[in-house]
């Protein structure tokens, strides 16, 4: 959990501001992972705080939604350029990936 505050707080992830009377605060939970060995045992115990987007309403909390995916089409297109350039293909994971904000 320090780690997930730590990133949290160096992202500026937000910022406080007074709530306007008429309008609800959207809660935040913890969520807990245990990431194992092949001969399972414990890795790493990973925590993040995710905020309870199924409270907010549409038209009154948000007029867009938006998914950081790719399309499955997008991938396909470029896997096939990289094949036909005899390129190769990496994949990685963004730790603490910061999409939103400042």
Known sequence: MEDEITMIEK???W???????DKPIIG???????KLNLD???QKN?????????SQKP???FNETFAPVARLDTV??????????NWSV?????????LNGC
């Open 40 to 42: 399972g045992s414990v």
């Open 76 to 85: 396909r297109t470029l896997v096939a350029v990289a094949a036909q350039r």
């Open 28 to 34: 935040v939970k913890w969520v807990y992972k245990t």
């Open 11 to 13: 992202n500026n992830t």
């Open 90 to 98: 990496f994949q990685l994971d963004v730790k603490s990936a910061f």
């Open 15 to 21: 910022e406080l501001v007074d709530r306007p009377f």
């Open 46 to 54: 990973k925590a993040r705080l995710v905020a309870k987007g199924y």
């Open 59 to 61: 038209g009154i909390d």
